[in-house]
């Protein structure tokens, strides 16, 4: 199915931005949407966004709405999150999903083997 990889993690002040890359192999035509999610120390994994592949739909949790934008490139089979205005509360490890179901019906649920190996993103006062 297809298989991802995340980069571009890092140390960030509050305040500032960063760009999460997800390069995406294996049958992604087969794909209807990508997302990414999130677990920060002592929470669950969280949903953060997801895209329809192919007509780039978007979905966001609340949380992150208006400072977080998704986008992908098909072509490239690549996928990214913006970060803008981080907060101290954004840090976690920031997970690529190859194949997310459910996000017309809101449930936003990752197929197992569809996951990245995560990067960490740590934002400081």
């Known amino acids: 199915q297809v298989q991802v990889a995340e980069s571009g993690g890092g140390l960030v002040q509050a305040g500032g931005s960063l760009r999460l890359s997800c390069a995406a192999t294996?049958?992604?035509?087969?794909?209807?949407?990508m997302g990414w999610f999130r677990q920060a120390p002592g929470k669950e994994r969280e949903f953060v966004a997801a895209?329809?592949?192919?007509?780039?739909?978007?979905y966001y949790a609340d949380s992150i709405k208006a400072r977080f934008t998704i986008s992908k490139d098909n072509a490239k089979k690549m996928m990214y999150l913006q970060m803008n205005s981080l907060k101290v509360e954004d840090t976690a490890v920031y997970y690529c999903?190859?194949?997310?179901?459910?996000?017309?019906?809101?449930?936003?649920?990752?197929?197992?083997?569809?996951w990245g190996q995560g990067t960490q993103v740590t934002v400081s006062s």
């Open positions: 294996g049958r992604t035509f087969e794909t209807y949407a």
């Open positions: 895209i329809r592949w192919n007509d780039g739909i978007t």
């Open positions: 999903n190859g194949d997310v179901l459910g996000v017309v019906a809101g449930t936003f649920r990752p197929r197992d083997d569809s």
